[in-house]
Each structure stands twice: as structure tokens, then as C-alpha cells.
């Protein structure tokens, strides 16, 4: 099958079929993750838990399809969405910050009222991977730096990005030999814009992931909502 059960989206199959068809052109992906979705299904109970993932896909949807794009539910708590063109065309920026507004209101479950922040990542093909797979790991890294901020934030790959986090990576060992100056401790990680809180907005030049991001992509709990 190509969609999901509980929301009737396209599902992983149905993505990986439709990025591979478009590896001929240009397309900009997005991973968007519901952040301690852990917790939110354990307080509501699945029944109760698929019903926001429902209300949160029909929110993402009336946005991304009136832009010309496709959801996909990806897994328990993820999303994925797929435009054709580049991130100049879609005006990236704006779309992630009315996807930021559209999660915003409260969802009303039951008799209850809950509030959800998601963890947005986003790349385009093939500025930022030669292969499909390539800009599918790239949104998977973009997506993990997203869960670390509070709140809802979106992070747009680069190689600005990468030389950050390989900066994080190297600090204990930095620290350890006393070479970290004022200046480096304050360039390790920025948010850039208000509202959501958008990393990495200019990307620079086409680049491959020349790291191993097995450790970096691990998937973790999501963070504070």
C-alpha cells in the first residue's frame, strides 16, 4: 500500500517512489516531526493520539497543497512533504514560517485543549546531495538540529550548518586543550529570524554529506513542546 491507515497520507513507499521520479529535476523536502509525541500518546492513549495526528496532517496538508506540494505520514511521529522546483521558486522561507502559524492554535482532543510544536527540517535536490537518498539525510540532520531548540523551529540545510555542528562535535576536545576562544564559544549554534526560529536560512554552495551521520541522525526523544 501507498498511504497511511490512519490519516490517509501517501506514506514512506509513496515518498521514496516520488522522489525518485523527480531526480531528473529539482525538488525541495521537508521532514517535520511532532515534538515529545512520546508523552503525547502516552497521556491520550492511541486512539486519542491518532485523532491529532489526523487534525495535525489536515493543518500541514491545507497549507503544503495549496502551494502545490504533497504530505506524506512517515512514521509514529513524523511527516514528510515534497514540492517540485527549488527553494527560490516555493519561497522557502515564507512557507516555513505559515507552517510555523498553522500548528500554532490549540487542537481541541476529546474534551481537552493541547498546544503542539513541531521540528521542521528542509533541503533541496540536488543543491544539497547528488542522490535523492543524499538530500533525504541531509533533511534527517537539518530535522534533528530543529528538535534541539525550544519550541517550534525550522532549520534549512547547509554547509554553514555542518561546519557547526562538526564545531560542537570538536568542543570537549577543544576545551580539553584549552583552545576554544570567546569568539568560537559564541558562533556554536545560532537561531536566526523570530517567530519560528529558522537556522541555516542562506545556504551556500551544493555540498555532500562527507561526515558520518550515523551517530548525529540517531533518532532521540523530542523535545519541550
Known sequence: SLHDRVTGLPNRR??????EALK???FVGL????KRFGLIMGSLGHVLGDALLCQVGERLLAVVTRRGGT??????????????????SLGLDALLLELSEVIAPSFQIAQQQLTVTLSIGAAE??????????????????????REQAGTC???????????QHERLQLPVQLHHGQLDDVGAGSLDRCVGSGPQLLG??????G??????????AQQPAQAI
Not at 14 to 19: K, L, N, Q, Y
Not at 72 to 83: A, I, K, N, Q
Open 31 to 34: 521532514g517535520i516531526g511532532i
Open 125 to 146: 535536490y540536488p543543491k544539497h546531495g547528488r542522490t535523492p537518498a543524499d538530500v533525504a539525510r541531509a533533511i534527517q540532520f537539518a530535522s534533528h538540529r530543529a
Open 71 to 88: 504530505v506524506y505520514r512517515l512514521d509514529g511521529l513524523s511527516f514528510g512533504v515534497l514540492f517540485k522546483g527549488n527553494s527560490e
Open 208 to 217: 555532500h554529506l562527507q561526515v558520518d551521520l550515523e551517530g548525529i541522525l
Open 24 to 26: 531528473d529535476s529539482s
Open 154 to 164: 525550522a532549520v534549512v540545510f547547509s554547509e554553514d550548518l555542518m561546519s557547526r
Open 14 to 19: 509513496a515518498i521514496e517512489r516520488d522522489t
Open 201 to 206: 536560512l542562506h545556504a551556500t554552495a551544493a
